[in-house]
Each structure stands twice: as C-alpha cells, then as structure tokens.
C-alpha cells in the first residue's frame, strides 16, 4: 500500500536522502553531487511536493513546477524519485497517477519532462504507461558516468 501526502517539513531528511542517493547514481538527474542539502531542500520542500509513505517510511517523492513562467506557465514539469529500496513496487507509478490529477486540481494544461536521460528505461517505461510521448530528442544531452555522452528526451502529455 502506497500512501501519498503532502511533504512536511520532518521529511527532509528522508527526502534528503532520497535526492542524494540519485543523484550520486548520477544516470537520472541533471543534478549533481555539488547540490548542497540546502539547495536540494528549496527544490524538494515546496507546496507543490507529494511524498510516497511505504509502511508508514518516506520511499518517493515528486513535485510540480511551471515548466515556464508566463505565457509558458500553463505547463507544468515534474520531477520523481524513487529510493532505490522501494522501486520497482508500484511506488513511481503511484507517484505518477498522484501527479497528473494534481496537475489538472491546479489548472495546467499539459505536463512536460524536458530531459528524460535515453538510458532511464524504467523511467521512459513509467511515463509511456502513463500516456506521454516522446516529443523531441536532445543529441548527447547527458553525461552519464558509466555510458558517456546519451541523448535526453523530452516527453509530453496533455491533462
Ligand atoms: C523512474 C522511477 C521513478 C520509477 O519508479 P518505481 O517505483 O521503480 O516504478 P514502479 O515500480 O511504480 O513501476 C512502474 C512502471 O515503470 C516501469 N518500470 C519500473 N522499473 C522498471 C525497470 N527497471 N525497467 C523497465 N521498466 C520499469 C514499468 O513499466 C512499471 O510497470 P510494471 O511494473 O507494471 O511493469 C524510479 O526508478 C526512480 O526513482 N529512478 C531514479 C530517479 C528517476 O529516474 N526519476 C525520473 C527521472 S525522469
């Protein structure tokens, strides 16, 4: 059973550790690991960031954002994660669900991921589950550690 609520402020450390683990994975954020805590906290703390509680432990979160700011702001990006513990068990995919409908509570038209790395299978599998579509392509787009320059994908889907 997966449930999700709001974040609060006596999650940020799980949170914290859920970013700096992917992050230190380094194949799925465009984030690195000079991302203080404070700075990870401003992106992750926010009113439009849903956690994911697994018996009751913090085991996801994600939160929503204005891909743009004015004429641009009717979109919405997104951004999940899953601590390596709990994927593969329907967390993401609970995320996932969680997220659209609050993005369409919020007025958004659409929702946008804007560097999905080409290697992230789970996640490519997760978000054309959920009806997004591959929309365009950024050619070595990403520096991943292990293989090296890969395109980035950007997915979008309509509310
Ligand atoms: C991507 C991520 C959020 C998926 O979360 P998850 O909890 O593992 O996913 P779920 O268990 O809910 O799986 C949902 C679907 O995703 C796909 N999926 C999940 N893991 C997969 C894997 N290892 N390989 C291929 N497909 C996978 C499947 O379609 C799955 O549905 P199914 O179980 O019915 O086949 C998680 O792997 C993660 O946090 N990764 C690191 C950060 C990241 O990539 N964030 C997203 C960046 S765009």
Redesign the pocket.
Known sequence: MVEIRKVQEMDAEAVWQ?FHE?VA?G???CSDESVSREQALNMWLTDDTYVALVEGQI??AYSLFPIHSGHGSHITGA?????SR???????????HHSLEKAKEKGYLAMQ?N???ST??????????LGFKIIGTVPKGFQHPKCGLVDTHILHRFL
């Open positions: 859920i992917v994975e194949d799925a954020f085991a996801g951004a999940y994660m899953v601590s709990y994927r593969g068990t329907g967390v993401g995919l609970a995320l996932g991921f560097c999905v790395v992230n299978e789970a996640a490519l599998a997760l978000w054309k589950k």
